[in-house]
């Protein structure tokens, strides 16, 4: 079975700090996605990466760097963390593009408050 | 507007009663999962199901593309179903490369 882990499971941080979010899986999957999550909005997509190297933009993106440093492993920083990034951060994999043919594979969560 | 819709937003039901959640979506679709969310946060995949019938134990799931509706059917319902149940679609043409999710089905079985 897909194997997603992520660190720190849990995070708090002030007005204006420095965070990063890492999620390692090791499926040798291609496709790695972070995702927040937020009462009344469901799981929205921040950014995705189709491998080492590569970025992609997703839906709600401001706020957000992400770096694929390996196929393994995937960051999501963020650089001045304001109070609406409080949320819960899930980090996917995929061997196939989105859904297609394939399911996505999620991580235990990462809950940031910011204060 | 938005792409995938669920319903009901929440259902209370008595264990051993049965449960049907839907999905409704707005788009050409390309893919379709199911995801359950535990208490506490963690997806786990039921179904990836773009098109037909399939089973999983007291699981069914069934995706409709004309009528563009899902459902999850949750026969002889048990405590240990009560969670959040999401859906997610791929649209055939934009955004083709990613999930949109629904807000989830809150699901509570009581016994």
């Known amino acids: 079975e897909a194997a997603v882990t992520q660190s720190p499971r849990n995070k708090v941080t002030v007005t204006g700090g420095n965070v990063t979010l890492s999620c390692r899986q090791t499926?040798?999957?291609?496709?790695m996605y972070w995702y927040r999550q937020d009462t009344g909005h469901g799981l929205r997509l921040i950014h995705y990466?189709?491998?080492?190297?590569?970025?992609q933009i997703g839906d709600v993106p401001d706020g957000y760097k992400a770096t694929r440093t390996t196929q393994e492993d995937f960051f999501l920083l963020l650089e001045l963390a304001s109070p609406s990034q409080t949320s819960l951060y899930f980090c996917?994999?995929?061997?196939?593009?989105?859904?297609?043919?394939?399911?996505?594979?999620f991580g235990p969560g990462t809950r940031l408050l910011v204060l | 507007g938005q792409q995938v819709q669920q319903s009901p937003a929440s259902l209370v039901l008595q264990e051993g009663e049965n449960a049907e959640l839907q999905c409704n979506f707005s788009?050409?679709?390309?893919?379709m999962q199911w995801f359950y969310q535990r208490p506490g946060g963690s997806l786990v995949s039921l179904f990836y199901?773009?098109?037909g019938t399939k089973h999983s134990g007291r699981l069914t799931s069934t995706t409709v593309i004309k009528e563009r509706r899902s459902s999850l059917h949750i026969s002889s319902s048990q405590t240990t179903d009560s969670g959040t149940y999401l859906c997610?679609?791929?649209?055939?043409?934009?955004?083709?490369?990613?999930?949109?999710f629904g807000k989830g089905t809150q699901l509570i079985i009581q016994p």
């Open positions: 499926n040798s999957h291609n496709y």
């Open positions: 199901n773009p098109s």
């Open positions: 788009t050409s679709l390309n893919s």
């Open positions: 996917a994999s995929s061997d196939e593009l989105g859904g297609n043919q394939d399911t996505q594979y």
């Open positions: 990466s189709y491998g080492a190297g590569n970025l």
């Open positions: 997610a679609l791929a649209p055939l043409t934009e955004g083709a490369d990613r999930l949109t």
